[in-house]
């Protein structure tokens, strides 16, 4: 059974970082594209970066190159979102999510996902 536990969220002043876990367990994790989205209130989920299996190509949201960094460490089957110069439109949950169905994987047709972990920005 496939299962993402997200962590890492909070609360952080604009222009401040966070750093965005998502621990995987399951199956093996370096055979998966990871993404990563997030869902402000009120408004649809979006993508916010994605990443091969064996972190060969990397996919962002054009908002966020620059600011967002994401990675994985295989062996210990983690993915991460380095965010920095946050704003206060970063606030949302971010989901992270595992095996997309359709290719750039930037959709949010995944075949699983996290339960989300609050990101809040103030300004």
């Known amino acids: 059974q496939v299962q993402l536990v997200e962590s890492g969220g909070g609360l952080v002043q604009a222009g401040g970082s966070l750093r965005l876990s998502c621990a995987a367990s399951?199956?093996?994790?370096?055979?998966?594209?990871m993404g990563w989205f997030r869902q402000a209130p009120g408004k649809e989920r979006e993508f916010v970066a994605a990443?091969?299996?064996?972190?060969?190509?990397?996919y962002y949201a054009d908002s966020m190159k620059g600011r967002f960094t994401i990675s994985r460490d295989n062996p210990k089957n983690t993915m991460y979102l380095q965010m920095n110069s946050l704003k206060p439109e970063d606030t949302a949950v971010y989901y992270c999510?595992?095996?997309?169905?359709?290719?750039?994987?930037?959709?949010?047709?995944?075949?699983?996902w996290g339960q989300g972990t609050q990101v809040t920005v103030s300004s």
């Open positions: 399951g199956r093996t994790f370096s055979r998966y594209t």
């Open positions: 999510a595992q095996e997309p169905r359709r290719w750039p994987p930037t959709s949010d047709e995944y075949n699983y």
């Open positions: 990443i091969t299996g064996s972190a060969t190509n990397t």
